[in-house]
């Protein structure tokens, strides 16, 4: 079984700061790549940014300059660090992960339960 677990969510005034991490456990032999996405209300999932084992990364463009996300291979954990938030970074963060459990399985993809980010203006 494989798991993600994410923390880090809450509440911030705009112009504020959150670091969220997101934890994968369970039987791992590789992850690649991972990522977060977020769903506001009545808005589709979008990505906001992933980021490969060797660390290329990639940003929506609403988020670019101000949102930094990095990884710990040794950890299976990844990080998106926050800044400059506006109301409009407001949603349920997701942690994405595509697993390889073993040396001969395919990459299968993974979703975290979602953490509220919420920003008040």
């Known amino acids: 079984q494989v798991q993600l677990v994410e923390s880090g969510g809450g509440l911030v005034q705009a112009g504020g700061s959150l670091r969220l991490s997101c934890a994968a456990s369970?039987?791992?032999?590789?992850?690649?790549?991972m990522g977060w996405y977020r769903q506001a209300p009545g808005k589709q999932r979008e990505l906001v940014a992933t980021?490969?084992?060797?660390?290329?990364?990639d940003y929506a463009d609403s988020v670019k300059g101000r949102f930094t996300i990095s990884r710990d291979n040794a950890k299976n954990t990844v990080y998106l660090q926050m800044n400059s938030l506006v109301p409009e970074d407001t949603a349920v963060y997701y942690c994405?992960?595509?697993?390889?459990?073993?040396?001969?399985?395919?990459?299968?993809?993974?979703w975290g339960q979602g953490t509220q980010v919420t920003v008040s203006s």
């Open positions: 994405n992960a595509r697993i390889r459990r073993n040396f001969g399985s395919l990459y299968n993809e993974y």
């Open positions: 369970g039987s791992i032999f590789s992850i690649n790549p």
């Open positions: 980021i490969t084992s060797g660390g290329s990364t």
